[in-house]
C-alpha cells in the first residue's frame, strides 16, 4: 500500500485552471451530488434521491461537457 501511494505521489500533477469558470462549476456539482449520496445514507427515501439525483446529474453532465471542452481548448492552445 504504501508502495502504491508513493507511486501516485511522484505523478506529475498539475492543476492551475481549477478555479477557473469553467471548471469550478463541475467540481462545485460533483460536491453536491456526493452531499446528496450522503443525504440518502442518512434518511431520504429512493425516489427522493432519484428525483434530486436526477435534476442534478443532467446539470453536472452540462458542467462536465462544458469543462471538457474548455479543457480541450487549453491543451490544443498549449500545443500550438
Known amino acids: ?3 502504491t501511494f508513493h507511486k501516485w505521489t ?3 500533477h498539475n492543476t ?3 478555479i477557473d469558470s ?3 462549476p463541475f467540481v462545485l456539482l460533483l460536491a453536491v451530488f456526493e452531499a446528496l449520496l ?3 445514507w442518512i434518511g ?3 425516489p427522493q434521491v432519484l428525483f434530486y439525483g436526477g435534476i442534478v446529474g443532467i446539470v ?3 458542467a462536465g461537457k462544458r469543462a471538457l471542452v474548455a479543457t480541450g481548448k487549453w491543451r490544443l492552445q498549449a500545443t500550438s
Open 1 to 3: 500500500m504504501v508502495c
Open 10 to 12: 511522484a505523478l506529475p
Open 16 to 18: 492551475p485552471k481549477l
Open 22 to 24: 469553467h471548471i469550478a
Open 38 to 40: 450522503v443525504r440518502y
Open 44 to 46: 431520504l427515501k429512493l
Open 60 to 62: 453536472t453532465a452540462a
